[in-house]
């Protein structure tokens, strides 16, 4: 799982893109533009190298925080079957994890800066994991609806140009298409169950769709635009972009399970063929961010407990002699 | 303040609700170890990525689960990174022909035939003998052959042979 790019930061710190050699910059943009990846150990300027690092490891953060929400219904998932298919989505998400630290690890940072700015909150990462799995629909709504708002995502920058990243992503595509199939599964079992199971489906998309809505993040309107970054191919599509066609997809599922979607506005432009809505509330996407949602303080708190905790068996385990050399690739 | 949560094993452990003081140590995460798996028997070993692991069994248990929970996998492989030499991509020119490398290749011998087809036309012409029927029919039928037969040239290009 995965929110957008949210917010692309511009700051001042570290060099300047004017202060790059420019003849190296060229030779690195005309790679890109020719198609090809860049792997770790290229030379690339300074700039690609903070926003990769940045972007990669919210999304790998958005992964390990994302198996929260989820993992919490394991002991009450309804029946043996979906306890383990639970199990299996929530054990393949931390896996994802796993695998985008090591693509952000390739370009300097290591994996416990990383789980440090997550712990200090400098390092955000998907804003719809701070609200809460109320019931067990809500967990069938994030595999269905928020799972398919993340490949949407990850598809898009597995097109990308860092060679770690792209890879990592393809690995990830693949197993989530299975989330995608075992959460649209479970919301059309619920859709198509009793009565109080379908209140509990719709109660529970109620609830979900602003933060859907907020998922691939602010519209192109107010959020800050990255030529810059789309030229270098790590942006490849704008919000509003991926928002369109996570609607294209979707919505019309959603309303064949007879499902209400909270916004009497939304429906498709006949003319311009692009569907319009009600903007979600921007301003508490940027409350929720900045750590005043309803989850935010137990996420970093329960992920805090796990890092305490095991941290002995870890140091245990820790021989004298080892060193760390940046991974490969 | 302790942590409200839905969950109630999570009220159960009391978590508080500010806590800045986590400092990871440095080695927290302990080293890398590059994995390499094997999809089938007679398959080539292929790197797939890597794990962190405090030592190579537990490199190979990590990697089993992170590479293996589901795609097709009989064999795996575990190297520390630290074990890896690797050439860099700015000598990518030690990977350039320097030369004419078509000796190396199966379509550097594509003129066989042609050598052959002149030998004989050169020992035809030294013996100018009166062409008999049957060999007349012969030289047609190999020249032929030989106007209609397509050569590929290095670039891949199917080059019609005169
Ligand atoms: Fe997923
Ligand atoms: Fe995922």
């Known amino acids: ?329 | 303040m302790k942590i409200q949560s839905l969950d109630p094993r999570i009220n159960r452990i009391e978590l508080p609700e500010e806590n800045n003081n986590t400092r990871i140590p440095p080695m927290d995460q302990w080293q890398t170890y590059e994995v390499f798996h094997q999809q089938a028997r007679g398959d080539q070993h292929k790197h797939v990525g890597i794990v962190h692991a405090p030592n190579p069994e537990m490199a190979l248990l990590f990697a089993k689960e992170q590479y293996a929970r589901r795609s097709q996998c009989v064999n795996l492989w575990v190297v520390r990174t630290a074990d890896v030499y690797a050439t860099s991509y700015d000598d990518a020119d030690i990977f350039e022909p320097a030369f004419d490398k078509s000796y190396r290749e199966s379509w550097g011998y594509k003129d066989t035939r042609q050598l052959i087809e002149k030998f004989k036309k050169e020992k035809e012409m030294a013996s100018p003998a009166t062409p008999t029927s049957s060999s007349i029919s012969e030289e047609n039928h190999s020249s032929e052959e030989t106007s209609k037969k397509k050569v590929v040239g290095k670039s891949g290009i199917i080059i019609g042979k005169k």
């Not at chain 1, 690995?171 to 509990?200: N, W």
């Open chain 1, 1 to 329: 799982m995965y929110g957008n790019l949210t917010i692309i930061e511009i700051d001042n710190f570290g060099k300047k893109i004017e202060e790059e050699d420019p003849i190296k910059l060229a030779e690195f943009e005309a790679r890109i533009a020719r198609g090809e990846k860049i792997e770790p150990q290229d030379w690339m300027p300074f700039e690609y190298r903070k926003q990769l690092i940045r972007m990669i490891e919210q999304h790998a953060h958005s992964e390990i925080i994302g198996a929260l929400p989820e993992g919490t219904w394991i002991t009450r998932a309804p029946g043996f079957k979906r306890k383990l298919a639970l199990m299996a989505k929530v054990q393949d998400e931390v896996g994802h994890a796993q695998l985008l630290y090591a693509a952000a690890e390739t370009l300097g940072k290591s994996r416990e800066e990383m789980i440090q700015d997550l712990l200090n909150g400098k390092s955000k990462y998907s804003n719809v994991f701070n609200y809460p799995a109320v019931t067990w629909a809500d967990t069938a709504i994030i595999a269905w609806l928020i799972d398919a708002g993340a490949i949407i995502n990850q598809v898009t920058n597995s097109k990308g140009s860092y060679g770690p990243y792209c890879r990592a992503l393809e690995r990830i595509c693949a197993e989530e298409s299975f989330h995608l199939r075992y959460g649209y599964d479970t919301c059309v079992h619920l859709a198509t169950g009793t009565p109080s199971q379908r209140k509990m489906l719709q109660d529970a998309l109620n609830r979900w769709w602003t933060p859907i809505m907020h998922f691939h993040g602010p519209p192109d309107k107010i959020s800050v635009h990255g030529e810059k970054l789309m030229k270098w191919k790590v942006k490849l599509a704008s919000n509003d972009e991926m928002r369109q066609q996570f609607l294209d997809m979707y919505v019309p599922k959603i309303w064949e399970l007879g499902l209400e979607i909270p916004d009497p506005n939304l429906h498709k432009n006949p003319e311009t063929g692009k569907w319009e809505y009600t903007e979600p509330d921007w301003n508490e996407f940027m409350r929720v961010i900045n750590g005043d949602g309803p989850c935010n303080k137990e996420r970093l708190a329960v992920r805090r407990y796990a890092e305490e905790k095991g941290r002995w068996v870890r140091m245990a385990l820790l021989r004298k002699e080892e060193k760390y050399v940046v991974p490969l690739a």
